[in-house]
């Protein structure tokens, strides 16, 4: 059975909105499934006080989701659950906190990291290793996370920033490239995810997943390499055509099948709704 895995740092320097608890229960949950009956008790005291209805974090919450992030990966990868048939059963995300005895448990059971670099940079949980992670041979793929931690999902941004984010982070321009990024994006986060026997590429027998870019915008107008072109110098208005399974569903910039305009008010509503629902007065305007 796969089963998720949340890697240590991810999250636990978060503020507001709840996300540290998030982080500590999601983590707390798998661990407690998979731990023996004492060391429950140790990470429980460690990493929650108060009554069961109104749990809060301890002081000491940080390592212990340190501590129960790693203990739930060995024993995952000990007992095989990492790994099944058809690609990375297990897809961790984020792999900020990892060493080198796990990355190579990683790559033994065949598990794939996909990075999240909007998200750990506005979190400041710690910055993925690309090029450690690569040299084990880990299927790795790119993502924006959940809204909670990125506040968009724009994979066109992600792109840009999880390059430069390697180079600044290790002071090298030749960190990591856009062909490794694009890859990710593409076809590698396929692999990674199970899905590169009919995704990820151009093939025939794959299905038709493909977007055009408009060469007349200004993200695109001038290319010396189209690599590079995409990844640094492409945005959300570049893209002029999307196919998915064959289904046109952007034309020349604009959606075939709705009208977001007409969703806009909707979503207002909702999140308002939400924001009021969860007394978060203090944090978004929506709720005052």
Not at 45 to 74: H, I, K
Not at 192 to 221: C, H, M, P, Q, Y
Not at 239 to 260: K, Q, T
């Amino acid at each position: 059975m796969a089963r998720a895995l949340v890697f240590p740092g991810q999250g636990s320097q978060a503020v507001g909105m709840g996300r540290e608890l998030y982080a500590a229960f999601a983590t707390a949950r798998l661990v407690f499934e998979e731990v023996d009956e004492a060391l429950k008790q140790k990470l429980a005291r460690l990493m929650f006080e108060g009554p069961e209805s109104e749990l809060t974090l301890t002081e000491n919450a940080q390592p212990a989701l340190m501590t129960a992030s790693l203990a739930a990966f060995r024993v995952l990868a000990k007992d095989g659950a990492l790994a099944l048939p058809q690609g990375a059963a297990c897809v961790a995300g984020h792999g900020v906190w990892v060493s080198a005895d796990e990355m190579e448990m990683i790559a033994e059971s065949e598990a794939a990291i996909i990075y999240n670099p909007t998200a750990n940079m506005i979190l400041g949980s710690g910055v993925c290793p690309l090029g450690e992670f690569a040299a084990y041979g880990v299927p790795m793929g790119i993502g924006t996370d959940g809204m909670a931690s990125n506040d968009s999902h724009n994979m066109i941004e992600v792109m840009k920033i999880g390059a430069l984010l390697q180079k600044v982070h290790r002071l090298d321009p030749e960190a990591t490239d856009a062909r490794q990024i694009l890859r990710m994006s593409t076809i590698e986060g396929a692999r990674a995810l199970g899905l590169g026997a009919i995704t990820g590429s151009l093939e025939v027998g794959k299905r038709a997943d493909l977007v055009r870019f408009d060469g007349n915008s200004f993200g695109a107008a001038v290319v010396h390499d189209p690599y590079q072109q995409i990844v640094y110098g492409a945005g959300p208005e570049s893209i002029a055509d999307v196919w998915v399974d064959g289904r046109r569903l952007l034309a020349d910039g604009a959606f075939v099948s709705f009208d977001p305009k007409s969703i806009v008010p909707k979503i207002r509503e909702l999140a308002k709704a939400l924001a009021r629902a969860g007394n978060l007065s203090e944090f978004s305007c929506l709720a005052r």
